[in-house]
Structures are given as structure tokens and as C-alpha cells.
């Protein structure tokens, strides 16, 4: 619990004494035992740093300070497509993140490898506007629209490689006055994937491609019924056993890569798919805008039959209102034993549940940049998380659906929590905690989590060893 | 404190049961103890309602609920200039709100009486632009510049008050991109009205104009030197006599009002100018942009210095920076024994500091619209108060500035708060212990507090019956 038995103290004792009349002295010690409460609790307080760690801290923490400052002067500066420029970032996009937590199958990979799929074989596309509108894509052998190649000497080709990247995207982010605007768009941009991503051939590459841009653990699939070149479709289950191929695959190719689990996450309805593949499929959730869908409590009995090794990963309280049921759902993954929240943003605001999570040792994936695109908040300075980290609840960094904001998988989630949500002096500390939970709080069995620290912690190493090779680097100027 | 033993049960009850296989009827259970820790938290549940305030807690949940339902469809219309049209907007505006705990003297009037000020005889402007921009105000004999009837005939009557209307006013709220961009604006405007408000002979006016807005306790004060029509200066404690005789004057004239008190808030500096008038000159307090001024710590052996019968009513952590100097600001705050913390915006990133306001009964002076205007955050449902109510910290909804966003004395806040801020099941309860809470938390002595509770009490009563019957009205329609 955050309440120590020595916080405690330090209340009584503060109450117990007359502040308006203290000497300078007693004003000067009573505040040094209050700010080495703060110092001591936070994410990150339990982490030691070694000496190559000191080291590479001092030349993060420089250039944090440094953007820091530019930040006071002018934070709206501070915005998503500029801070791949940033020195800070580009120290950060090489960190090694562990896990990513939360983040959804069909916006994984980014939109160029996307765009590439389109150059394959039998692609027809469904346009209006004489030619001037995507509304879908199919891969068939009969015709059933226009070829895709038709359509890319008639709009010319990097004309419309530029004209995808904005339909596939949630730019121009400005766009979207309200959260529910925001969804209506993102939910668009799934439908016109659909026909692309659902070709039976190519889940398996797309799958691929993504366990090559990064280590994704618990990806959460609504699990599509996969359709083949005449039209027929295929049953669930086979969806499955590609990812399982596929995955299997990579592996074997990639020996120093971790482990990747699926999470079925149908759109706010429980169907029972989920029983078979067992240790690959470990989790449930249940996706889609909560404000409009139907409220967790709804399928609590059913969700309270799914077998034993399916364990619960709900998103819940994804709202910036206050009391509507969006924030029961909160509560009833809690009470339903969910294993991990995403984004809970609303929990702050619940501090009955907040410290049930701490408790319970629920961890919540925080997703920054997903939540300023959907208009949870556009100022990352007023982010809920803060809170999270002052009361060291477990928390993940997790980015969601980064392809639709052309953001890497992971970098420029931990670049804001980082700069903008987690205090001024927050550091490798903190890094390295958001890191190593991202393994703990994985949906892997504790011998995996093993394996896997193992693994991450030779990358976190050799990228400590670098940053500390290049500030000396820097000194020896 | 807020984490009592019962809690701890319930922590341990859910920490010590395998909740994802619980059956129904456990989960229903679980679900209903969770969420009856909730309902019996938070600002207002210690309030019980009675029968007529049961009968207008219906009017004015029904009135909420269709504007929050609106909100949802599109909060992007929950704008300030909008929302005197509500009905719901016209209920607060009647509700008797107990006493204005932050308010600064110089923009304590409606722009439209300020407007009213310079068609006194003897004042002079100086403009730039050929008339165009309005640069400064001087009532004298001698002709400094242009006299303020030229002006007026030049501009025409209309177009100028126009003009001044926008030049004492922070709008359009849009045009600031940052807080320390509207801040600069803010101080733009002090500068513009000092030549007007402090001119002696008007200073009494205009507090007695005040004192009719609204009840105004605590005001805080920079104490200007007040200046004559022949240029000479009075002394400080002149400006202090000069509020004093006015209030005696409108106590004697208006037997119903409660009382107001002084709080000297010069701009991040201490001045010693307070040690007269004690029953009148109650606190100390240092204001101006907390980011650019000096921190609250390097005056404090100064502080403690000053007279015991001068409380501490600190601005503190009015910025969405977490871990500046400006947090810091809170801890001293808090240390040097503050009686209130005037914003206090950043305090949930703060839990052991939130702890310690909440232990020492120390209440927040929470400014909703101010905090917009100022960028500290644009959208309400975002705003830190929200945890503070759910915390049950002691609070008080203030204003500030209200004149230069041309809002009402504490109504527009009140508005925000309760639709923006508080959970959406926050009702009359809620009022009625944040318009107590003015009283609860003001400068006043406990028998001035008794007197000032019954004086209220008789007006909240009325105004509950009045809504009470504008029910039975609408029923027996």
C-alpha cells in the first residue's frame, strides 16, 4: 500500500505542530522530510543504477533538461511529427522497451509496409469519384472493380502511395474536434484495411512483418474470418492457426526474439472461439469506443464461464467523463480479475479502484499518444498518468494502434510519458522500470518472463554501453 | 485520512480471492461493496438533503443530465460565452454561493461598471495609432494628453466601449497559445486599468461596487499607492483605509451582508506594510506567474517573520509543468502553514502533499475558468479537481479574475465545475457542501463563521424553495 506506516507519521507530526510560528530551522527540516518522501516513492524509486547506467543518465538527463526548457518556452512546439528530430528521441527510439503490451493486430505494422501490399497480385480496389475515393479493397480472380494497377497509372503512382498514407492514417490529427469524431475516423480506417489485411495469403506475411518492426507480446485480435482468392471464407480457427505458423516461423528464424500471445478481442461482444490454441491464445478483451458499446457488466456471467487459462487483459475507463458507466467498466475488470487495464484513464478519478489496482498489482497500459489522437487530452501535461507514477500504481507504456499516427511501435509513447507526463527529474530509473515491466506485467508464464529479462537485459546493456561510449565520446571533443 | 481501516478490508478481501473464478453472484457482490465505497466518498456525501432539497435536487439533476447528454454529443460546444443561455447555467446563477475565497482586487467588477469609471471628469488618455490603441489612463488638472471626450467623439460612444470591453478583457480566449502568452496579456490589462482604479477618489467607488457584485472575502490585494488629481501619492496604509471605511459604509447600508477581509498579495515580493489593521488585513500572500517569479522558499525566514494575526493564503502550483520549481512552491506552501492554497492545480501529482492539505484541513481554491483562460488545460473533464473531490480534499470553487473573462463573480466556475468537473451523479449534495465550504475555509473567526453560516443558510433556503415550487409549477402544468 502507498500509505506507509511512516507517512503516517510524518502527517501526525506536521499536524501536531504550529507551522505559522516555526523557526527558519524547523521549516527547513520539515520540509526535507516531506520532499524525501516524494524522492523515495514514484516509478522508478526501487531501481539502482550501475555505474555505465550513471553514466548514460547523465547524457539522457542533459538533453532532457535541454527540450525541457525549450518546452516551458513554448509547449506547443511540442508536437508528434517534429520530435523525431529531437536528439532525446532518437536516444530513445534505440532503447530496448521490452514488450509491447497493447496494441492491435491490424495497426501494427507501419503504413508503408501496408502500401506494399497493395502491389500484390489480383488487388481490385472500389473507388467514387471517378477513381478520386478508395472504399475498398478485395483480392479475387474475377473482376469485381477495377484492377489496383488501373487505378495507380491513372492517379500516377506516388500520387497515390501519398493519397493511402493520409486514408490509412488519423492525419491531419487537428481534424478531430471530439473523441467520439476521432473513433468514427479510426473505425474507418479499419474497414478499409479489411479487405487488404483479410486476404488469407496475406495475414500470415502482415503477422510476419510486424514480429520483424518490434517484440510484440499480447496482441489483440478480433480474430477476422480470413477470405481466399474465389470468396470462400475461412473458419476462425484457421486465423489462428496462422498466427501460430506463422510465429513459430519467426521464432526459429530469430532465436534471440522473446514470445508473442494473442489476446481475442472481439468488438464488445463475448464469443467463444477463444478454447482452442491454449498457451498461445491466453487472453480476452473486448474492443470499441466504450461510450457507445455495451458496459462490461453486461456479459460478466458469460465472461465468468471462459476457461481457466484465458485470463482477462479489459480495456475499461478509456473517457475523459466522469461517472458515466464507461468508468464502471473500471470497476467490473477489476472485480471480474482483469489481469491488465488498458488505458483506464478515467482511474484517477477513482481512487477506491486505483489503489485496488496497486494492491491487486493490476498494471495499466498507458497509451499517450493514442490518447491525444483520439482527443482524450490534448496537452500531455495534464495526462492522468502523473498521478499513476506519483503513486507507483503498475503501469506499462503501450502505444495501440501506432500505424494509424505513423508513430514507431513504442518510441514515441515512452518520448511523451517521458517528457511530458512524467516529472522534470524522472529518469533512466524510470525508464528502465517502464522497460522491465512491460516483461513482468506480459502475459508470459514466469519461466518466460525469465528468459525474457535474460534477453532484454544483453540489448539494455549494450544500448547502456553506447550511450555511455558516445558522451565520452563527447567529453574527449 | 481518506484510507480508512474499512478500506483496508475491502483491499484485502478482493487481494485474497481468486476473482477470475468467482461465480456471478460472488462478482455481484464484490461489485456492490466496491461501488458503495465510492457513492460514500467524495465532496458533498456528507450531506443530507432535506425534503425540499430533495424536491429541487430532482429539478436540478434533470436539467443536468439533458446537458451533460448534450455534452457527450459534442462537448466542443461547452464553451464559456454559450453557457448563459443554459437552464441549468440560470439555477447557479441564483444559487446563493457563500463567499468569493480568490478574488483580485483590480478585476473584481464587471467590465460594464469599469467601462461606467471613465466618464469621470478629469481623466486623460494616451493613445498610439492616431487614437487607434488605448495605452494608458491618468485622471489630473493639468492636460497630460488627450481628455477622454475627445477620444469618445473621435471613436464614436458605441465602437469605443466596444474597443475597451476587448482591451480589459482576454479575449478571444483562443488567441493564447500558451500560459505564459496569456499571462503576458493578463498583465497587460492590470497595467492598462491602474491609471483608472487608482486614482484615489475612485478606489472607494470601486470596492463598494464590488461589495454589491457579490460578497467578496479575502480579496487579494497588491495595495497600489493611490494617486490625486495633482499627481501626489498617499501612503500604502491609505489604500487600506480607504477599503476599510468603505466597508463600514456599506455593512452599515446593507445589514444582511457578511463581511470582507483583506489579503496582501504583492507580486512576488515581502513587503513589511501589513502589520496595521489586523482584523482587516488577515493574510499574506505573494501572486504573479509562478513559473517566471521567485519560488515561495527564498522569502521564507521573511515570512515567518511577519505578525502572528497574518494568516498565509499562498498561490501554489498554478502550472501543468510536474516537477518544476513551481511544485515546490506547494510543499512550502504547506510547510509554512498556508490556511488555503490558492489553485494548487498541480497537487494530484503530488499524493503525499495532497495527503498532508487534506490531514491539515487546508482547502484548495479551485478556479475552473481562470485555468482555461490561463492554458493550463482546455478541456474541464481533464481538470485535477476531479481527483480532489473524489479524495474528498477540502476545496472551495473561486474564481479570480472573473471580470477579464467577462464571467460572473463565481457562477461561470460553479457552471464548470459541477458539469465539467464533478462526477456526473454529483448533485445538490455537491453544491451545498462547496458553497459551505466558502464559509468553512474563509478568514473569519468562528463566531463571524456562525453568523455568516446563518445569514446564507436563510438565503439557500429561500432559493430551495423557490426551485422547489418552480417544480410543483412545471408539474401542474
New interface residues.
Given amino acids: 500500500?502507498?500509505?506507509s506506516p511512516d507517512?503516517?507519521t510524518?502527517?501526525e507530526m506536521?499536524?501536531s505542530t504550529?507551522?505559522?510560528?516555526?523557526?527558519?530551522e524547523d521549516?527547513?527540516i520539515?520540509?526535507e522530510i516531506?520532499?524525501s518522501?516524494?524522492r523515495y516513492?514514484g516509478v522508478g524509486n526501487d531501481i539502482q543504477l550501475t555505474l555505465a547506467e550513471h553514466a548514460a543518465n547523465e547524457l539522457i538527463m542533459c538533453e532532457k533538461t535541454r527540450e525541457y526548457a525549450k518546452g516551458?518556452?513554448?509547449?506547443?512546439k511540442f508536437v508528434l511529427h517534429t520530435v523525431r528530430k529531437s536528439p532525446l528521441f532518437q536516444i530513445l527510439s534505440k532503447m530496448p522497451k521490452g514488450a509491447a503490451l497493447k496494441v492491435h493486430d491490424t495497426s501494427m505494422c507501419s503504413l508503408r509496409s501496408v502500401i506494399e501490399l497493395t502491389y500484390r497480385e489480383n488487388l481490385w480496389v472500389c473507388t467514387t469519384q471517378d477513381g478520386c475515393r478508395v472504399e475498398a479493397f478485395r483480392f479475387a480472380k474475377e473482376k469485381p472493380k477495377d484492377p489496383m494497377e488501373k487505378l495507380r497509372e491513372l492517379r500516377g503512382e506516388r500520387n497515390l502511395r501519398k493519397y493511402l498514407l493520409v486514408r490509412f492514417s488519423m492525419y491531419p490529427l487537428a481534424s478531430f474536434?471530439?473523441?467520439?469524431h476521432a473513433w468514427r475516423h479510426m473505425m474507418g480506417i479499419f474497414d478499409l484495411l479489411d479487405g487488404l489485411l483479410q486476404y488469407a495469403p496475406l495475414w500470415g506475411d502482415y503477422y510476419y512483418n510486424a514480429l520483424k518492426e518490434f517484440y510484440a507480446d499480447g496482441v489483440r485480435t478480433v480474430l477476422p474470418q480470413l477470405y481466399c482468392l474465389d470468396g470462400s471464407l475461412l473458419p476462425k480457427r484457421q486465423t489462428v492457426q496462422i498466427y501460430k505458423d506463422t510465429l513459430e516461423q519467426f521464432k526459429k528464424e530469430n532465436p534471440g526474439f522473446i514470445d508473442s500471445k494473442l489476446i481475442y478481442a472481439p468488438i464488445r461482444h463475448v464469443q467463444p472461439e477463444v478454447k482452442e490454441f491454449p498457451g498461445f491464445v491466453v487472453g480476452f478483451d473486448l474492443v470499441g469506443q466504450e461510450?457507445v458499446g455495451h458496459p462490461l457488466?453486461q456479459f460478466?456471467?458469460e465472461l465468468?464461464k471462459l476457461p481457466?487459462h484465458i485470463?482477462?487483459y479489459f480495456h475499461a475507463g478509456q473517457t475523459?467523463?466522469?461517472?458515466?458507466h464507461v468508468d464502471q467498466n473500471l470497476?467490473?475488470a477489476?472485480?471480474?480479475?482483469t489481469k491488465r487495464i488498458s488505458h483506464g484513464y478515467t482511474i484517477?478519478?477513482?481512487?477506491?479502484?486505483m489503489?485496488?489496482a496497486k494492491?491487486?498489482n493490476i498494471a495499466l497500459e498507458v497509451c499517450p499518444v493514442s490518447n491525444q489522437v483520439l482527443q482524450?487530452?490534448?496537452?500531455y501535461?495534464?495526462h492522468?498518468a502523473?498521478?499513476l507514477i506519483?503513486?507507483n500504481v503498475p503501469m506499462v507504456i503501450a502505444s495501440g494502434n501506432p500505424a494509424f499516427w505513423r508513430a514507431a511501435p513504442l518510441s514515441h509513447d515512452f518520448y511523451m510519458a517521458f517528457l511530458g507526463?512524467?516529472?522534470?527529474?524522472?529518469d533512466l530509473k524510470f525508464l528502465k522500470r517502464t522497460a522491465k515491466n512491460s516483461i513482468r506485467y506480459s502475459s508470459l508464464k514466469d519461466e518466460g518472463k525469465a528468459e525474457a529479462m535474460g534477453k532484454w537485459k544483453r540489448k539494455w546493456d549494450q544500448w547502456v554501453a553506447n550511450i555511455a561510449a558516445q558522451k565520452e565520446n563527447q567529453e574527449n571533443k
Avoid: C
Fill in positions: 500500500m502507498h500509505q507517512e503516517m510524518v502527517l506536521l499536524g504550529n507551522l505559522r510560528q516555526s523557526t527558519p521549516y527547513r520539515l520540509r516531506v520532499n518522501f516524494e516513492s516551458i518556452m513554448d509547449p506547443s474536434t471530439t473523441n467520439a461510450d457488466s460478466a456471467e465468468l481457466d485470463n482477462f475523459n467523463w466522469y461517472g458515466s470497476l467490473d477489476i472485480v471480474l480479475g484517477t478519478k477513482h481512487p477506491v479502484l489503489r485496488l494492491y491487486l482524450l487530452g490534448s496537452d501535461r495534464n492522468p502523473a498521478t506519483a503513486e507526463i512524467a516529472p522534470m527529474n524522472a
